[in-house]
């Protein structure tokens, strides 16, 4: 049993279930009379009809989060730091891809790769797993692993590009194709997990992996427009992310308006 049951199973020995669900609060609830430090938490879909607290949490996960349940520390929201940073790096490469302005060089992304769309979205998924919110953290720890390991393929002191000089120059584009379709697949299996979660993250992960699958095939064939049309699909996705940063950041108790999700009604216990 986890932390986060042995705490609920804790209050509801010594306060009774109150709501009929073993003392977790139900998702088409939108308050919960559960006493957290700050008082009583909207959760479940919030008044916009969404679920504005994180990437796909349940209400259990979201109640977590608000330090609904006691004893426990309320969190801060990780979603809108690992999707905000994964948008920008994947804006700003897709804007290579494209060749904007006649940029085709994909050098100046390094930095960020790095730091924000790795480093800082890696740190964001370690939190998700601190909050229990496994697609949440599989999804930003895996994808700053992946800005991580693209940002290394252009290091000159990686020796990566490097190895694939002289007669090995034709293999390239091949490894490169190899290492894109991993993606494309690991993608595939997130948009899959996510459809139960909302609209906003369904569609990321469907423009995302179309954004993998064109770049994999330009790597086997190569075409400039197929390079490009991964580019475009890349825009699209990043402006998808940074719009579910900003509504998991625009909450009922933070902001003057929220920004919908669409999520999906959770499936109906038996």
Request: aromatic share 14%; with cysteine.
């Amino acid at each position: 049993m986890s932390d986060i049951e042995k705490q609920q199973h804790h209050y509801n020995d010594h306060n009774g279930n109150t709501n009929g669900n073993n003392g977790i609060p139900s998702a088409s609830n939108t308050l919960t009379n559960m006493p957290g430090q700050h008082g009583p938490w909207p959760i479940g879909a919030g008044p916009g009809g969404q679920y504005p607290y994180t990437l796909g949490a349940n209400a259990l996960q979201q109640q977590l989060y608000q330090g609904g349940l006691i004893n426990l520390r309320k969190f801060a929201n990780p979603a809108p730091l690992g999707l905000l940073s994964f948008a920008s790096t994947t804006l700003i490469l897709s804007l290579i891809n494209v060749s904007t302005n006649g940029v085709d060089t994909p050098n100046v992304v390094v930095g960020m790769t790095l730091f924000v769309g790795g480093l800082v979205q890696l740190l964001a998924g370690m939190w998700e797993f601190a909050a229990g919110n496994t697609l949440g953290a599989t999804a930003f720890s895996s994808y700053g692993g992946f800005w991580l390991s693209f940002g290394t393929i252009y290091i000159p002191a990686s020796g990566i590009l490097d190895a694939y000089t002289g007669a090995a120059a034709s293999q390239l584009d091949n490894a490169l194709g190899f290492y894109l379709a991993v993606w494309f697949i690991f993608t595939f299996i997130m948009f899959i997990a996510s459809l139960r979660s909302n609209m906003g993250l369904i569609l990321l992960f469907f423009f995302l992996d179309l954004t993998f699958m064109f770049l994999t095939i330009s790597k086997f064939v190569p075409n400039v427009n197929i390079a490009k049309a991964g580019g475009g699909f890349g825009i699209i996705a990043a402006f998808i992310a940074f719009y579910c940063g900003a509504a998991n950041m625009l909450t009922y108790e933070s902001s003057f308006f929220m920004l919908p999700l669409a999520p999906i009604p959770e499936r109906k216990a038996e």
